[in-house]
């Protein structure tokens, strides 16, 4: 693609985007999408080949976007303080775009039902890495400044705390509150709490 290309394709891109957080996946048809967007059903098949990897494209393009985002934040005064910050992101992004966290969802039961090939989710997978890397920088400053221990498989703490808290996010952002007992709890408490469970796990003490 030459520059002109490239900028139609990320417009287009982020239409679609746009339409699937707010409607979701699982009725979306591409005949759908086209008519929201004003353009024919031939481009968008053009541009991603299938809807299969078009779903795929809009999960890059999200992740990109919570790149950005998290690699703009300046680190803390310790590496503890700064991984609460990084952590931090799931409860401004539940507050300010719940539906992300259900498109999320959607995709991976998407990815698991039209099993999808990792071949065709090696990029997607390396924006995942891409936010990996960061938290891997504030956890090291951490170490290095003595206020998280250093006993932690930093690997084995990042996947079970993101997929955790991922979790609990996915599950708030689609549930809704259908039961009476659904109120007596805010979702974001719920997801403060998990945090400061996880953040509590590495703080280190002071002798």
């Known amino acids: 693609m030459n520059s ?5 394709f ?11 957080l707010i409607k979701g996946l699982d009725t979306l048809t591409i005949s759908d999408i086209a008519k929201e967007i004003q353009i024919g059903e031939a481009t968008i098949y053009r541009y991603f080949g299938s809807r299969l990897n078009l779903v795929i494209h809009v999960g890059i393009s999200l992740w990109s976007d919570i790149y ?25 992004g539940f507050e300010s775009q719940k539906q992300a ?16 090939n ?37 690997d084995t703490y990042y996947y079970t705390t993101t997929h955790m808290i991922l979790g609990i996010c996915k599950k708030l952002s689609l549930s809704g509150h259908i039961l009476p007992s659904d109120d007596i709890v805010s979702d ?20």
């Open 10 to 20: 990320e417009s287009v891109l982020n239409s679609i985007k746009d339409i699937m």
């Open 68 to 92: 950005k985002e998290l690699s703009k934040r300046e680190k803390k005064s310790t590496g503890y303080q700064s991984v609460a910050y990084f952590f931090n992101y799931f409860i401004e």
């Open 4 to 8: 002109l290309q490239q900028i139609k």
């Open 118 to 154: 990792k071949e065709d989710l090696v990029i997607y997978d390396q924006k995942l890495y891409d936010i990996k890397m960061i938290f891997d920088d504030l956890f090291l400053q951490g170490i290095n400044d003595q206020t998280i221990k250093d006993d932690i498989d930093r």
């Open 188 to 207: 974001i408490s719920q997801i403060k709490l998990a945090l400061e469970m996880c953040l509590h796990y590495i703080k280190r003490e002071r002798d």
């Open 101 to 116: 966290f259900a498109f999320l969802d959607q995709f991976d039961s998407l990815m698991i039902k039209e099993k999808a």
